[in-house]
């Protein structure tokens, strides 16, 4: 049992937190409580401050201004091993076990049990099997977990959590990659928890087991907390407006030219384990919009449409003909690019000028017997940084350039070939509003004007329903819903991306 | 269903995916040890004695021993090219000192130990808390504990003669029909073994190598945990370089030179991940087996030198090709990118 000596103080209570990572200020003056032995249901939309609350309650990040109460006592954790003391876990999303080793030593990792100065295997293995028949999932616990699916690892995970007196458990997104059996497993132990007086933090993104489970919901937005209240009142279309209603205005400018014919062609295009059976079409001049939450296997999609991803299935044809996707430089040769979500890290190379990352897009068009020729390589750029009003010259660093501009250089650097398609993930992510705006205009212009087919992985509701034409929304790998943008409003994507799609809607 | 009956015997053994290949890969350095004999045995009447076994052993044991310290640091994802220079300063200044004062007597031994935890507190400071790439770090200590030896020795060699007596019977003796080398290397690799096995320690040394970032989640100290590595790795080549010093006799400032690679060679071959968090210091000293018996075989086999170069290289590569296909088959087990429902 856990220690509650006052029933009307809250087991947790944060005030006032807030944390900015450089410009972005990831949690604004959030305030809410926890009540003792509850569920207690986080939500928010991919970026809302979820993740960077959870880590400030456990230790791993510190808070810029704010604190935070555990059962009335201000605490502030150095670290998540400090946190475990005092009663708090958490279970992220990411993978965070090791492979290479067994069962027992990851749950038990950090807090051996000891015989004098030696490890005590015998009682590791002991306490290891106690805490899954606590979670309700007996495993061997000598095997190794690289050799674990992915469900027995999510149970891991949570075991490692679980101890004799825990006064608060975070999940995060706990069902996202478990079936329906294995996720009602999972609801137990959160009852169970919560009848022996912990309190649980249950992240979800579907509304069905937010509902059945929790006793409180708070919505998050933007980095600020929208509302606390009982789970009973708080309808569902109600979470999700408070979830998008946002007052960040984006322009939409309504399309007059009329498509061209089908450039880029998909069939069925199945991944294992990623996304399936995915078909759909790109015309000339179009800009389709692809909505889901992160993880949903959006990029993955593209990235396979791309030839990053040799184990596809399925046909793609550009221009009515059939292309076998097996690497990047097939598909551009093709007509088809891709802009990866993380720029820096893929999409550019940073210590290099603009120029020569425009250039090496197209190293064979613009040498001469295998020689570079600096004049047609500064002429493209040059041409480029002006169709695009990138700011700055084309000899500056692009590791000296603002994100937006960056963007512009990596759109730059695929424009120059000439392509038929673009596949942009995320093009605006982590990009200033005024900026955004410049590459929505761009990307406008492209389908428009440059007749373009464009396909644009976005997370920014606001901003797929102001620049697509059409939306197609991934749900858990596969095809949710394809609505034309007339139809489409925030509300409507946001229930299509968490519904499972072979089950009825119940949002 | 026979398919069904097979996955479900392969899935009791705990033999799918990662965890299978993590497991054959152990018992591939002793299959790769055992062709290495059975081939020898069949090319060369004088290989299977035991006269020729207890002469593989001795070559291998101060190789052993050095491996076992490599291997600690591997395990945690990074490499000590430094091992041969640590053996050579600490061999040339401990026997100096020994020389000297005599009555320091086996006391030494404690001198080499200590000095050898410096040298490694140094490369894990630059490693683990300036976060200097450790093969960069430690070539660059490689060179300056090197050139401290020549700037320490002055050109001047420790003579066989002025090494304690107790040191040279050591290195000459033997114990129960095997070298007395022979078993303190055995010695080492179980004490090291066991502590990787039973303390703390170890258990983190294994739990960063394995996912540096799920450490950090777990709240452990990544940086004591890397530093811990570099001096458990800098005293055992301190040791190992004082064998190696009563070995050779006569100690100049070129001792042990260029003797990472072999180390780094053996421990690859052993089964160590260079990734990190797999292998076990018992598949390093195989591997060191494995560098002696290639070595002992191609000598009675009369094969020219740039054979066994060769045929050393090969193994090599083949090591580290096996841990990356190795590596792969991990990840994708491990990688929590599946989407569960979309397959049932």
Redesign the interface.
Known sequence: MTPSPNPSVPRLSIRGVSKSFEAVRALRDVSFDLAAGEVHALVGENGAGKSTLVGIITGLRQPDDGEILLDGKPVAFKNPLDARAAGVAAVYQDPNLFPHLSVAENILTGQYPMRGPFVDNGAMRTKAAELLEKVGYPLDVDRLVAGLTVAEAQFVEIARALSSDLRLLILDEPTSALTPGEAAKLYEVAQRLKDEGTTVVWISHRMEEIRRLSDTITVLRDGGHVRTAPCAELEDDEMIRLMVGRDVVVETVAREEPLGPVQLSVRGLSAPGMFEDISFDLHEGEIVGVAGLVGSGRSEIAQAIFGLNSHVTGTVEVEGAVVKPKSPGQMAEAGVVYLPEDRDAEGLISTMTVRDNIALTGIKALSKLGFMRPSSEHERAEKQRVALSIKGGVVDLVSSMSGGNRQKVAIARWLAVNPKVLLLDEPTHGIDVGTKADVHNIMRDLARKERKAILMISSDLPEVLAVSDRVLVISRGQLAADIDIADATQENILAAATTTVSKEKNV | MNGTLIADWRERL??????????VRFLGVVVFLLLLCVAFSILSPRFFTFDNGRSILFSAAILMIAAVGQALVVLTGNLDLSVGSIMGLSAYVIYDIAGQFVELKPFVMVMAIALGAVLGLINGFLVAVLNIPSIVATLGTLSIYRGFTSFYANAQEVTSGTLPGWMRDLATGTVLGLPTYVWVAVLVVLIVGMAL????WG??I??Y???S???H????NSTQIVLGSYVGAGIIAAFAGVLLGAQVGNINSLLANGYELQVLAAVVIGGVSIWG??GSVYGAAIGAIVLATINNGLVLLQVQEFYRLLIQGVAIVLAVAVDAIVRN???S????????????
């Open positions: 705990g033999l799918t995916g990662g965890a299978a290949a993590l497991k096995r039973y303390l703390p258990r983190r294994y739990a190598g394995s996912n970032k799920a450490a989640f777990y709240g452990l968090g797999t088959k991990v990840q087990a491990t990688s929590r990118r599946s989407i569960t429902e979309v397959k049932s």
